[in-house]
């Protein structure tokens, strides 16, 4: 194995540690392991050219916290658990040998797991940036639900403003086919109104 940066190594030491204290006895520990963990993620996932760092270094954990999994009783923090795990068990089924770099589909299924997994931790926004970066903005449409589908669509309209022909239009598109999939109808009219305006200019 490659030597670690001092960065790398200290994040290694820290996924380290939560994933011993995921298993404390005190659900309040847990849950702010678990929390950590998600954190971790999140923010380690805005960019998806190979395996993002915190779900390389929790990997070789995958059994340990898959064995407290089982014993777990049935909570919220357990659906926490379970949605680490699934990512976790994911990159371990399409990360090649050499673990760096993934074919372009193994890609795309752990983008897709990754952006599951944002969608139900109110993680929108990064959800959206992900989408954006490997140019697959569609995809959203499949992860949104009732829950969700409004901030997702603010995040969708507000960052419109920002980009460039045509990824701003894309942005508007895709919040147009998700407020319309929810039969949210003055939304939709509101954002077709925006569409009109960019085609007119």
Known sequence: MTDLSEEDQALKEQLELYVVRAQDTDPGVQKLAL???RQEIRSATSSMTSVPKPLKFLRPHYGT?????DIMPESELKKYM???LSVLALTMSV??????????DALMELVQQIVSFHMKHNAEPEAVDLLMEVEDLDLLVE??????????????????RFHPAPDDQL????AYTI??????LANALRIALLLD?????
């Not at 916290?65 to 999994?69: A, I, Q, R, V, W």
């Not at 992860?143 to 969708?156: E, G, P």
């Not at 942005?171 to 895709?174: F, K, N, T, V």
């Open 95 to 104: 990360e090649g040998e050499r673990g760096e770099d993934m074919p372009i």
């Open 171 to 174: 942005a508007l598109d895709i």
């Open 143 to 160: 992860h949104v639900d009732s829950t969700n589908y409004k901030r997702a669509c603010l995040y969708l309209t507000s960052m419109s």
């Open 197 to 201: 305006n960019k085609v007119i200019r």
């Open 82 to 84: 379970a949605d680490i």
């Open 65 to 69: 916290l898959k064995s407290y999994f």
């Open 179 to 184: 407020y319309m999939k929810f039969e949210d």
């Open 35 to 37: 929390e950590s963990m």
